[in-house]
């Protein structure tokens, strides 16, 4: 199973991917995880683009298309893939479609969760997330059972350098200037499936996975 999860910052991909990639036993593979760890690990690839991440930009084309193809070469993908947070322009989704044509492979949908500014907002200004095992946490709707620590592992939670309230609308903004094309992009293609994200986590889930069987037999059918 090859998935891409399109939508705003914090309408819910990274919490989805996790539970999607745990059903399917497939890699959850998020390029602002990857971009992250390089800053935090100090690597060439991190100071080239921690002012990006730390304004809210996007990384250019050719940096996110490296991380992206060095990645789906590995053994760990061979069976399936969930891209979280890419494509996000033309070109990332155009270099991706190169990649499976190479490879024989298809992608299965393109989910694109949907979610109003103002709910975004919140969420993101209240997210905390564990530094060792990524879990992701909402002060108010998904708090860790004991204050300011994780569940899985007792680590520190922290909150992102761009979760700050400039920077979410930085994003915000970006993400309304690009997202277009990439939807046209889907959607032309068939494999856009679009989820309404305001509903309890729970319900978003069997949305998707709804979404995602009805995608399977309609790629059985035209096989
Ligand atoms: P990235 O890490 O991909 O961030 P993002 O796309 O902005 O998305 P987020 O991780 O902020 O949100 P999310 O949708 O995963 O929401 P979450 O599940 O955490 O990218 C960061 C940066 O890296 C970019 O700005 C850019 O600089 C760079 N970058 C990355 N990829 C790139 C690319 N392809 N090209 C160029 N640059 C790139 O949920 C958010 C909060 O809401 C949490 O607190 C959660 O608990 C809560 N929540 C989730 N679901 C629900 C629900 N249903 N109800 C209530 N609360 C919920």
Same mark, same amino acid.
């Not at 990639?21 to 959850?28: C, H, L, S």
């Not at 032309?188 to 989820?195: E, F, M, N, T």
């Given at each position: 199973?090859?998935?891409? %999860?399109?939508?705003?910052?914090?309408?819910?991909?990274?919490?989805?991917?996790?539970?999607?990639?745990?059903?399917?036993?497939?890699?959850?593979?998020?390029?602002?995880?990857?971009?992250?760890?390089?800053?935090?690990?100090?690597?060439?690839?991190?100071?080239?683009?921690?002012? %990006?991440?730390?304004?809210?930009?996007?990384?250019?084309?050719?940096?996110?298309?490296?991380?992206?193809?060095?990645?789906?070469?590995?053994?760990?993908?061979?069976?399936?893939?969930?891209?979280?947070? %890419?494509? /996000?322009?033309?070109? $990332?989704?155009?270099?991706? &479609?190169?990649?499976?044509?190479? @490879?024989?492979?298809?992608?299965?949908?393109?989910?694109?969760?949907?979610?109003?500014?103002?709910?975004?907002? *919140?969420?993101?200004?209240? *997210?905390?997330?564990?530094?060792?095992?990524?879990?992701?946490?909402?002060?108010?709707?998904?708090?860790?059972?004991?204050?300011?620590?994780?569940? $899985?592992?007792?680590?520190?939670?922290?909150?992102?350098?761009? &979760?700050?309230?400039?920077?979410?609308?930085?994003?915000?903004?970006?993400?309304?200037? @690009?997202?277009?094309?990439?939807?046209?992009?889907?959607?032309?293609?068939?494999?856009?499936?679009?989820?309404?994200?305001?509903?309890?986590?729970?319900?978003?889930? /069997?949305?998707?996975?709804?979404?995602?069987?009805?995608?399977?037999?309609? $790629?059985?059918?035209?096989?």
């Amino acid at each position: 199973m090859r998935l891409v %999860f399109l939508g705003p910052p914090g309408a819910g991909k990274g919490t989805q991917a996790r539970l999607i990639t745990d059903e399917y036993g497939i890699p959850k593979i998020s390029t602002g995880d990857m971009l992250r760890a390089a800053v935090e690990e100090g690597t060439p690839l991190g100071r080239q683009v921690k002012d %990006f991440l730390d304004r809210g930009m996007l990384v250019a084309d050719d940096i996110t298309n490296r991380l992206v193809q060095d990645r789906l070469v590995q053994a760990e993908c061979a069976r399936g893939w969930l891209l979280d947070g %890419f494509p /996000r322009t033309v070109g $990332q989704a155009e270099a991706l &479609d190169g990649l499976l044509r190479e @490879r024989g492979e298809r992608l299965l949908a393109a989910v694109e969760l949907r979610l109003d500014d103002e709910i975004i907002v *919140r969420r993101l200004t209240e *997210r905390r997330v564990c530094p060792q095992c990524g879990e992701i946490y909402h002060l108010t709707s998904r708090p860790p059972r004991r204050d300011g620590v994780c569940n $899985q592992d007792g680590a520190a939670l922290v909150q992102r350098e761009d &979760d700050r309230d400039d920077v979410v609308r930085a994003r915000l903004r970006i993400y309304h200037e @690009r997202h277009g094309p990439v939807e046209g992009y889907y959607n032309r293609s068939g494999a856009l499936v679009g989820i309404d994200a305001n509903q309890p986590p729970e319900q978003v889930h /069997r949305a998707i996975i709804d979404a995602l069987e009805a995608a399977r037999q309609q $790629q059985a059918y035209a096989i």
